[in-house]
């Protein structure tokens, strides 16, 4: 079993920043390729972004690409998602996730943390 905790969340003014972090605890952090993902209401949940266990490769959606970055600090089992030039459709909520298999299915998840971007 693996524990994920968001936090980071909050209220921004679009063009804004905004870091996400997400703490594992459990079984062995650094082996999983984790992601992050969103959900806005009356949406499906998307995937943002994914790290590969050795941080070496990311990969994006294109809606973030060159605006968010995520990364890992296996030494502190903890996986970030950095967000700039926010953007009122950014507005969701972030749930970080160990194992993604495709689509909207992982096999960790967290409780989500809500990001709110103002216009």
């Known amino acids: 079993q693996v524990q994920l905790v968001e936090s980071g969340g909050g209220l921004v003014q679009s063009g804004g920043s905004l870091g996400l972090s997400c703490r594992a605890s459990?079984?062995?952090?650094?082996?999983?390729?984790m992601a992050w993902f969103r959900q806005a209401p009356g949406n499906e949940r998307d995937i943002v972004a994914t790290i590969s266990w050795s941080g070496t490769n990311t990969n994006y959606a294109d809606s973030v690409k060159g605006r968010f970055t995520i990364s890992r600090d296996n030494t502190k089992n903890t996986v970030y998602l950095q967000m700039n030039s926010l953007k009122p459709e950014d507005t969701a909520v972030y749930y970080c996730?160990?194992?993604?298999?495709?689509?909207?299915?992982?096999?960790?998840w967290g409780q989500g943390t809500q990001v709110t971007v103002s216009s």
């Open positions: 459990g079984r062995s952090f650094s082996v999983y390729t």
């Open positions: 996730a160990a194992n993604p298999r495709g689509g909207a299915t992982a096999d960790y």
